[in-house]
């Protein structure tokens, strides 16, 4: 499919204009700073494209003041008070220094213990804290892969974890590869679902068009609340969009 890509500026607001082979325009503003793009078929000129931005302004603009009030986390230094997030529920973390194997604990429902060598550094000891979040993200996967194969009737050949900056997930659709954000381990299971939902209905579909939706809505209805839910909670020190 060919694609072409530009921007414009639309009363002070860039936007984005993807050009592809599809039917409708499709507008949305992304997390993390709002920013706006608009898939529209390949025929239509960026005159009717402003004219449609012009006529949604109100609704953009409501939509990237909600983000702007969203919570962000400042850079995390990995000491005791801090708050860090588990599958969407907000501990504050414990640092424990002692001579045994470095490891991460949850002792009750408002504690994330991290415990480390004496002397260990920040970057240690976020190392030993995203080891322990790739471990409980991947039994999350495991599990879902096997509910959801089955279901929406596709084969995910391989997936991986990685932290990314731009994204929630990939899948490569030739090898049927499938790779999730390392922070979804931070997020609620509901929003690991509709994203690893999301990459698998891209083995049946490549491009985010009335097909795709059409999938979405059939095998998740609930999704686009899953989405909301996701875009509305707290953003790390990095930011992610989707």
Not at 155 to 173: D, E, F, H, L
Not at 208 to 224: E, K, L
């Amino acid at each position: 499919m060919t694609t072409s890509r530009h921007k414009i500026e639309v009363s002070g607001i860039p936007v984005e204009i993807v050009r592809k082979d599809i039917k409708n325009l499709h507008l949305a503003v992304y997390p993390p700073n709002g920013r706006v793009r608009v898939a529209v078929p390949m025929r239509l000129k960026d005159e009717a494209v402003r004219l449609a931005v012009i006529s949604r302004l109100g609704w953009i603009r409501k939509q990237q003041s909600g983000f702007e009030r969203q919570d962000r986390q400042s850079e995390r230094e990995m000491v005791s008070g801090e708050s860090h997030y588990v599958q969407g529920r907000r501990y504050r973390l414990r640092v424990t220094e002692w001579a045994g194997r470095p490891s991460v604990l949850l002792p009750n429902n408002s504690t994330l213990e991290l415990r480390v060598r004496p002397g260990t550094d920040q970057q240690n000891r976020e190392a030993v804290l995203h080891r322990w979040y790739r471990r409980l993200l991947r039994e999350q996967i495991l599990e879902l892969i096997a509910k959801w194969q089955p279901v929406i009737g596709v084969n995910v050949a391989a997936w991986g974890i990685k932290k990314m900056k731009t994204r929630w997930g990939t899948c490569n659709i030739a090898a049927r590869r499938i790779w999730l954000n390392l922070e979804l381990a931070k997020k609620t299971p509901s929003c690991l679902e509709y994203i690893l939902v999301h990459e698998m209905i891209h083995l049946l579909e490549r491009h985010h068009n009335d097909v795709f939706r059409d999938y979405m809505d059939r095998f998740m209805p609930q999704w686009r609340i899953h989405r909301d839910e996701l875009n509305r909670s707290s953003l790390g020190h990095e930011s992610w969009s989707y």
